[in-house]
């Protein structure tokens, strides 16, 4: 949790506080807010309107970085002689669950 220290400014007839605006952007506020008020003070949270369209353009990154990565795959298997498949194949029918376990430890 990172601590910042700033001053209550008069904006016209309301009362306000600069936020950085790298912590703005590391938030991942855009520009809906909700503020809460409890006995410890106040706490600024995304709107959830915010949150639900940042993780929609998230999926839409991963949706298109999957795209990409199977269409490389399909070019790549295009591009194999009948030997490369028979290996493929091969190694396909043979390999688990447990060799993706092997590999990351």
């Not at 290996?87 to 376990?101: G, Q, S, V």
């Amino acid at each position: 949790m990172k601590v910042i220290e700033t001053k209550i400014k008069s904006f016209g007839n309301s009362k306000g506080i600069i936020i950085p605006s790298r912590m703005i952007k590391r938030l991942g506020f855009l520009e809906d807010v909700i503020i809460t008020e409890d006995s410890n003070g106040i706490r600024i949270t995304n709107n959830s309107k915010d949150h639900a369209y940042l993780l929609k353009k998230k999926i839409e990154q991963l949706r298109k970085s999957k795209a990409e990565i199977f269409k490389t795959m399909n070019q790549e298997i295009r591009d194999m002689t009948k030997e490369e498949h028979d290996t493929l194949d091969n190694d396909l029918e043979n390999f688990n669950d447990f060799d993706i376990l092997e590999d990351n430890e």
